[in-house]
């Protein structure tokens, strides 16, 4: 049986999120404005670290690093795709009419 690594308090972790489908919508310049302010607000809510963040069109990669006593990045991740979903999905092309979550929102992997 495989010995994952579990979720541990104050940690350093490193993420990848997709886009929907795959699309190239990350470095859009409407866009772009619009994942770093809902970044902004979710580290004002939830207190975490950027230490390095690599954008890609359809994908992103970064390391984050929690709090002290805090191990829940899950929430961070489900808000942050929610709240850019509902912002990029509410403006001109190229993510008009899609879903929030369906078509521009980060895919969890699990």
């Not at 190239?24 to 310049?29: E, F, G, M, Q, S």
């Not at 979710?42 to 890609?56: H, N, Q």
């Not at 795709?81 to 009419?97: L, N």
């Amino acid at each position: 049986m495989l010995n994952y690594r579990r979720a541990y308090a104050g940690n350093t972790w490193f993420f990848t999120r997709a886009t929907g489908q795959r699309r190239a919508i990350l470095c859009d310049d409407r866009l772009r404005p619009l994942l770093r302010q809902t970044l902004k607000i979710a580290k004002e809510r939830w207190p975490f670290r950027i230490d390095a963040w690599v954008l890609l069109p359809d994908h992103l990669h970064c390391i984050l690093t929690l709090p002290e006593g805090d191990a829940n990045f899950s929430k961070r991740w489900g808000w942050i795709k929610k709240e850019f979903g509902k912002q990029a999905g509410s403006g001109p092309a190229p993510c008009r009419g899609l879903a929030a979550n369906a078509g521009t929102g980060l895919r969890l992997p699990w």
